[in-house]
């Protein structure tokens, strides 16, 4: 009897299907500050710890990140370009791409990574202009 996959293409496929509570982060207030958030909007947001709610169905990914009372939704389908809104609440069009455990997207000169490091954590780094910002959550 032949097993339906191999732990190795298990591993590949996890799914990032889940809630997520932010838990830490790094250099949140420069690289907001270079995409041209508010100071306001940053000193608001920089102790509010988002929540990020991922369904994924296929190639087909919903995103919800709620932040205090900001809401981002973003969806889109593995390799389709999709219309996302930015940190900035700005809509432009990218293309999300799957390798293994991350999701890859470059939005007007923002590199986003989003990777499923384990089957309860998720670190997304974003980079603009040689700042790194470094968020960290953990499954609820």
Known sequence: MKASCSPSESAITMSFTGKYQLESQENFEPFMKAIGLPDELIQKGKDIKSISEIEEN??????????????????????????????TGEKVKG???????????????????????DGNTIVNTMTVGGIVYKRISKRM
């Open 95 to 117: 293309v999300v791409m799957r390798e293994g455990n991350k999701l890859k997207v470059s939005l007007k000169g923002i590199q986003s990574v989003t990777e499923l490091v």
């Open 58 to 87: 296929g190639d087909n990914f919903k995103v919800t990140v709620t932040t205090g009372s900001k809401v981002l939704v973003n969806t889109f389908t593995i390799g389709q370009e999709s219309e996302l809104e930015t940190l």
